[in-house]
């Protein structure tokens, strides 16, 4: 009986032991994603889904930083794959608080990824899905800037189906949601611009959908208020690069 009472304390203390560690892990790389520093952030969130594959934070927050590791870091052959990971943490995440928004985010943001590199028909089939996904986490946080973003290139690149895609669309899957039009993606990225002024990927975004829409006046404003902004991660470093791309073409 004693042998047996040892035992179980032993038990108890590790494992208050290893929660403590994941506590502080947690803090730590959560620290670091709300900092944007996602390539640090990553391998910390690696070993806290290893200890506890169903805790909420770990997968969601997870599955955000599998979507931007594998777009900045991971080789081309190997992208999918880290795309793919971040579609089940998220799948995961909603099953086990279907009102996470944080967790419907980055469902729908790692399908977006997937969406890069698939077939016109696959593209079709998931534009529904990351509309529904979208459209629930604004509704559960009407402050996620991200979640806007998505939606502004959701509504653009809707926008700019092809006439064979538009009779895709409507043939064999029903049409798609309400929006799709490069208004809408511009009201969705002046939304998530007016959340987060100083993420630059929101103010390229929105340059590029005016571009796209052939009002050069406002994309060559809008993409010289986006190069006021520092760089400070992946995200602004690549938007600034795209930035100056989409200037020469205005100038």
């Excluded at 203390?13 to 560690?21: G, I």
């Excluded at 670091?32 to 969601?60: I, R």
């Excluded at 009201?187 to 959340?195: D, E």
Aim: aromatic residues 12%; glycine residues 4%; contains cysteine.
């Amino acid at each position: 009986m004693k042998k047996t009472f040892i035992a179980v304390v032993t038990i108890i203390a590790s494992l208050s032991a290893v929660a403590q560690t994941n506590e502080e892990l947690y803090a730590k790389a959560y620290k670091l994603k709300l900092e944007y520093k996602n390539k640090e952030a990553f391998p910390m969130f690696q070993t806290l889904l290893k200890s506890d594959s169903n805790n909420l934070n770990y997968l969601q927050y997870g599955s955000f930083l599998y979507s931007k590791y594998g777009f900045y870091y991971a080789p081309e052959a190997e992208k999918m794959t880290y795309y793919k990971k971040a579609e089940h943490l998220a799948k995961k995440a909603i099953k086990i608080n279907e009102a996470s928004a944080d967790a419907h985010y980055v469902y729908a943001m790692a399908l977006g990824r997937i969406n890069e590199n698939a077939s016109s028909k696959q593209k079709i089939a998931n534009a529904k899905l990351i509309k529904t996904e979208v459209d629930r986490a604004i509704t559960l946080n009407p402050k996620l800037a991200g979640a806007y973003h998505i939606l502004g290139r959701w509504n653009r690149t809707v926008a700019g189906f092809s006439s064979v895609e538009k009779i895709m669309i409507n043939s064999f899957f029903g049409g798609v949601p309400p929006g799709g039009s490069y208004d809408d993606a511009v009201k969705a990225f002046m939304t998530a611009v007016g959340i987060e002024p100083k993420y630059m990927a929101h103010q390229y975004e929105l340059a590029q959908t005016y571009y796209d829409m052939g009002k050069n006046v406002e994309a060559k404003l809008w993409a010289q208020k986006a190069m006021e902004i520092i760089p400070s991660n992946d995200d602004d470093k690549k938007a600034k690069a795209d930035c100056e791309a989409l200037l020469k073409k205005l100038n």
